[in-house]
Nanobody
Framework: QVQLVESGGGLVQAGGSLTLSCAAS????????MAWFRQASGKEREFVGF???????????YYADFVKGRFTISRDNAKNTMYLQMNSLKPEDTAVYYC????????????????WGQGTQVTVSS
């Protein structure tokens, strides 16, 4: 019983920045990993990055190659919130961004995530 709500999307010019938030509620204690995915119009959903969620482990992150050095995922477990800081945005970053929660450790497979948010639109103009 976990609910996720994304926010922070919008329109930004190429080279600009946006920070997305994913607020979790419900029984989040069972969550091991939280991740960001994105889906461009007419395209398949793709993995962006994940962050470990358990407070008993050290925080670690993993990113898809196309965002390394530009995007940063962080967490605030006390607030049950995950963030995606996006810098140097490119038009190809335009997509609906989704947050997801998984009981599994360090997975980048969308099928391993049990709970999904509704998504937030990010549009990058050239």
């Amino acid at each position: 019983q976990v609910q996720l709500v994304e926010s922070g999307g919008g329109l930004v010019q190429a080279g600009g920045s946006l920070t997305l938030s994913c607020a979790a509620s419900g029984r989040t204690f069972s969550t091991t990993t939280m991740a960001w995915f994105r889906q461009a119009s007419g395209k398949e959903r793709e993995f962006v990055g994940f962050i470990s969620w358990s407070t008993t482990w050290s925080t670690y992150t993993y990113y898809a190659d196309f965002v390394k050095g530009r995007f940063t995922i962080s967490r605030d477990n006390a607030k049950n919130t995950m963030y995606l800081q996006m810098n140097s945005l490119k038009p190809e970053d335009t997509a609906v961004y989704y947050c997801a929660a998984s009981k599994y450790d360090g997975t980048y497979s969308s099928g391993s995530y049990e709970t999904w948010g509704q998504g937030t639109q990010v549009t990058v103009s050239s």
